[in-house]
């Protein structure tokens, strides 16, 4: 079992920065794909961004150039840097995992993000 634990996240003005951190614990043997997804209210989740152990990356997008991913693979955290916010980013951002030889994803329980204009 994997749990995630989010932080960082709160309320900020139109384009202010907020940084979102995400830690694994439980058993990591095979920890590989981490990522955020994000659900605003009467949407659907969306993918924001994920990064291989390796550092490959992919994001969404509506935050390619804004956001960045990155990840401490030796403290098992993942991090999201949003820059340039928009009250379109308002959402609740959840971490998700992968780990070798299961089926399921791992996720957090979600970081509320509000973005006032």
């Known amino acids: 079992q994997v749990q995630l634990v989010e932080s960082g996240g709160g309320l900020v003005q139109a384009g202010g920065s907020l940084r979102l951190a995400c830690a694994a614990s439980g058993s990591l043997f095979g920890i590989n794909l981490m990522g955020w997804y994000r659900q605003a209210p009467g949407k659907q989740r969306e993918l924001v961004a994920t990064?291989?152990?390796?550092?490959?990356?992919k994001y969404g997008d509506s935050v390619k150039g804004r956001f960045t991913i990155s990840r401490d693979n030796a403290k098992n955290t993942v991090y999201l840097q949003m820059n340039s916010l928009k009250p379109e980013d308002t959402a609740v951002y959840y971490c998700?995992?992968?780990?070798?030889?299961?089926?399921?994803?791992?996720w957090g329980q979600g970081s509320q993000v509000t973005v006032s204009s």
């Open positions: 998700k995992c992968h780990q070798d030889w299961v089926p399921d994803a791992y």
């Open positions: 990064i291989t152990t390796r550092g490959d990356t």
